[in-house]
């Protein structure tokens, strides 16, 4: 216990000024923590400013693409509606060259039977009126083809 004693009656007489010697040290690494957290507090407030500036300006890029994006889907469709319609038209046109031949070989078989009786000629006369008839009115069910040149639909 003695050895207690002895460490108090020293602490008493110089601990008072080792404190006091102390206690500036301890105020530098104090003002040097204090330093050290707001640069860290600048550079992560610089990070996220950055971070901020890099997402907007990545979400502006994801908008102009996605509207690009819509444009070219609009416009693929359209693409794809226009190659339906020209196919249609020119299976129109294919199945109106095929009557328009089929009504032309028709009429060269019926010219080359003999007339017997004066009926075949009677015939064929009716048949050629019908067949202009037909061609002169356009049928409902095809599609519209006046935007067609008309040397296209009509050429032999």
């Not at 610089?46 to 500036?53: A, D, P």
């Not at 004066?118 to 067949?131: F, P, R």
Request: charged letters at 30%.
């Amino acid at each position: 216990m003695t050895n207690r004693l002895a460490n108090l009656q020293l602490q008493l007489e110089y601990g008072p000024e080792v404190w006091r010697r102390y206690i500036p040290t301890v105020e530098r690494q104090v003002k040097l923590a204090e330093r050290e957290l707001k640069d860290v507090r600048n550079r992560i407030q610089e990070v996220n400013w950055e971070r901020k500036n890099s997402q907007t300006r990545a979400g502006q890029k994801l908008h102009e693409l996605e509207s690009r994006w819509v444009e070219l889907i609009d416009k693929n469709f359209q693409i794809e509606r226009s190659c339906l319609e020209l196919e249609s038209i020119i299976a129109g046109m294919e199945r109106v060259a095929a009557e328009h031949a089929a009504k032309k070989a028709n009429r060269a078989t019926e010219a080359q039977v003999p007339n017997v009786d004066g009926t075949a000629d009677l015939a064929v006369e009716v048949n050629h009126m019908e067949i202009s008839r037909s061609e002169s009115e356009p049928e409902e069910a095809d599609q519209s083809t006046d935007h067609v040149p008309a040397q296209l639909l009509y050429s032999e």
